[in-house]
C-alpha cells in the first residue's frame, strides 16, 4: 500500500471511530466473531470502519440502514481480508442492498442462434467489474455459524475474480503452490459433486456442486461459519483455505466453547 494511502486511512481512523457500545452490540450480535482476542476485535472494527468508509451501502427498494446494520455488514464483509488488507478489495466500490430476495432477469444465445431468457431469484451476486449485490434478510441471518453466510459468499467471489475472471482460484500468496491449489479442489470439488448427483444427504451446502467457483465460495462459508465441520469433512481444503485467508477459525472455535 502507498504511504500517502495509509496516511489518510490512519488519519480518517484516529477521527471517526465509533463508540466503543455501539461496536459491542454489533459484534454481540454476531455469533461468528466469538473467540477473539480484543486486539483481533480492534484490528476488525478499523477495517470496517475503513469499509464503510471507502465502500457505498446502496439501499433500494424502500430498506432504510441504520448504524447498527452497517456495522452488522461491514464486520462480516472484512472478515475474510481481516489479515490480506483492504485493498484486496479494490476494482468496486459499492454493495447495493435490496429488503429481501431479488429477481435478475438472464438473456443467453445458444449454438443455433437462438436467445433463451431466464428469471433467477438470488440472495446475493457479485459482478465481476461492479457491485456487490446483497439481500438484507440474507445479511441480518447471517453469522450465526450455521454455515450459511451471503456476505462472506459474495466477498469471496470478489477474491476470486481478483485473478481476471471467478474460478476457484483467487490469487496465491508467495509460497502457495498453484499446483497444490487446483489439486486439492479439484478433487474435492469432483467427489462433492458425486456425492450430490448421487442424492447424497451432506452437511455442506449442496449448491457448492453448481461450479469451482461456488465450491470455493460455499467452502468460503464453512471456513468462517462451521471451521470444525469443514476442517473434519475436507481436511486438505481447510489448510488450503488457512493459508489464503492466514487465519484458523477452528482455533478461535475452541475459545468460543
Not at 15 to 23: D, G, S, Y
Not at 104 to 125: A, K, M, Q, V, Y
Not at 183 to 203: I, M, P, W
Request: glycine share 6%; hydrophobic share 45%.
Amino acid at each position: 500500500m502507498g504511504f500517502f494511502k495509509n496516511w489518510c486511512r490512519q488519519r480518517f481512523l484516529k477521527r471517526a471511530l465509533i463508540p466503543q457500545a455501539e461496536w459491542h452490540a454489533a459484534v454481540a450480535g454476531l455469533p461468528l466473531l466469538a473467540g477473539m482476542s480484543e486486539a483481533e476485535l480492534v484490528h476488525l472494527r478499523d477495517l470496517a470502519m475503513l469499509f464503510l468508509h471507502e465502500k457505498s451501502l446502496e439501499p433500494v427498494r424502500g430498506l432504510t440502514l441504520t448504524t447498527d446494520m452497517k456495522l452488522h455488514l461491514a464486520a462480516q464483509a472484512v472478515l475474510p481480508i481481516m489479515y490480506l488488507g483492504l485493498d484486496w478489495y479494490a476494482g468496486w466500490t459499492s454493495v447495493v442492498l435490496y429488503p429481501g430476495e431479488f429477481v435478475i432477469r438472464s438473456d443467453w444465445l445458444d449454438e443455433n442462434g437462438l436467445i433463451h431468457s431466464r428469471r433467477e431469484i438470488l440472495s446475493g451476486e457479485a459482478w465481476e467489474r461492479g457491485p456487490v449485490v446483497l439481500s438484507w434478510a440474507d445479511v441480518a441471518a447471517s453469522g450465526t455459524c450455521d454455515g450459511y453466510n451471503a456476505v462472506i459468499h459474495e466477498m469471496a467471489h470478489k477474491l476470486d475474480a481478483l485473478n481476471g475472471m471467478a474460478n476457484g482460484l483467487p490469487p496465491l500468496h508467495k509460497g502457495m503452490s498453484v499446483t497444490s491449489w487446483a489439486k486439492t479442489f479439484s478433487s474435492a470439488y469432483e467427489g462433492f459433486c458425486q456425492r450430490v448427483d448421487g442424492n447424497e444427504e451432506t452437511l455442506i451446502d449442496p449448491y457448492a456442486a453448481e461450479a469451482p467457483e461456488e465450491f470455493f465460495a460455499v467452502m468460503s462459508e464453512h471456513f468462517f461459519e462451521t471451521p470444525d465441520l469443514l476442517k473434519r469433512e475436507y481436511s486438505e481444503v481447510y489448510a488450503q483455505l488457512k493459508e489464503f485467508y492466514r487465519q484458523d477459525p477452528a482455533e478461535r472455535l475452541i475459545s468460543r466453547q
